[in-house]
């Protein structure tokens, strides 16, 4: 590292390359559901249990709460997969995939470096920005796994995260 790197760029540098691990963190995800029919999506869904595409509702509400922080706007509805009352088709789960993870990227790419150690709320926490989006990619890492867990139980998907460089 530079010794002229001040901390703002190197919060900076770190969201980006998130950022990208994130989209193709996405693909992966995409290509999960991909191999799965709308039944096997939403299995488990009804007795409690963690199903895939309530995983994916997760992903994207998480998403959604990031950037509504980083904008100035506390969430104050619940997370998407909770408000979920039937299960969503899986073109429609992509697309929510989709939607929040181009608003994500959006406001990220908006962030000036300064920007970064800014305070934000989410869930009525006081964070920062940069921390905020740490958070972000970690749930996104932690519910892909899980998407991926349950769909290798369901014998249907055997790939990997795709890799970032």
């Known amino acids: 590292m530079s010794s002229t790197m001040k901390d703002t760029d190197v919060a900076h540098a770190l969201v980006t390359a998130m950022t990208a691990r994130m989209r193709a963190y996405v693909d992966s995800a995409e290509q999960c559901l991909g191999?799965?029919?709308?039944?096997?999506?939403?299995?488990?869904?009804?007795?409690?249990?963690?199903?895939?595409?309530?995983?994916?509702?997760?992903?994207?509400?998480?998403?959604?709460?990031?950037?509504?922080?980083?904008?100035?706007?506390?969430?104050?509805?619940?997370?998407?997969?909770?408000?979920?009352?039937?299960?969503k088709s899986k073109e429609d789960l992509r697309a929510a995939l989709r939607r929040s993870m181009e608003a994500c990227t959006r406001v990220v790419d908006s962030v000036a470096?300064?920007?970064?150690?800014?305070?934000?709320?989410?869930?009525?926490?006081?964070?920062?920005?940069?921390y905020a989006l740490i958070g972000a990619a970690s749930q996104f890492s932690l519910h892909l796994g899980r998407m991926l867990f349950l769909s290798r139980t369901l014998g249907h998907f055997s790939g990997a995260p795709a890799a970032t460089s």
């Open 113 to 130: 470096p300064d920007r970064m150690g800014n305070s934000c709320r989410i869930r009525g926490r006081e964070t920062t920005v940069a």
């Open 35 to 87: 191999t799965l029919d709308d039944q096997q999506i939403w299995s488990g869904w009804l007795t409690g249990e963690d199903a895939v595409g309530s995983l994916v509702l997760r992903i994207a509400g998480n998403l959604d709460e990031v950037v509504d922080s980083i904008e100035g706007r506390e969430s104050e509805v619940a997370p998407l997969d909770i408000r979920v009352r039937s299960p």
